[in-house]
Nanobody
């Protein structure tokens, strides 16, 4: 089995910073991509940032220049550094990864349980 565990959420004032982490564990053969999605109250889940195994990244327009995604392949961990946070960044942030498990044939999507980020004064 494969698990994704997020950490690092919390309450921060506008303009502040937070760093989210997500560690994948279990019967992992390889990880194709890792990323972060978020879901604000009353809204659909949306992609925030993604990083693929080669290191290429893509970001939602709303976070470009403020958020940075990075990955430690040795630790199967992805990070999201969030700077200049705005109230509209308030959401539950979910980690997502496309993982090929040991003995598996296809890479499958896995999700963490989410971590709440609240930006408020």
């Amino acid at each position: 089995q494969v698990q994704l565990v997020e950490s690092g959420g919390g309450l921060v004032q506008p303009g502040g910073s937070l760093r989210l982490s997500c560690a994948a564990s279990g019967s992992i053969f390889s990880i194709n991509s890792m990323g972060w999605y978020r879901q604000a109250p009353g809204k659909e889940r949306e992609l925030v940032a993604r990083i693929i195994s080669g290191g290429s990244t893509n970001y939602a327009d709303s976070v470009k220049g403020r958020f940075t995604i990075s990955r430690d392949n040795a630790k199967n961990t992805v990070y999201l550094q969030m700077n200049s946070l705005k109230p509209e960044d308030t959401a539950v942030y979910y980690c997502n990864a496309m993982i090929l498990s040991r003995g598996g044939i296809l890479a499958l999507p896995y999700w963490g349980k989410g971590t709440l980020v609240t930006v408020s004064s």
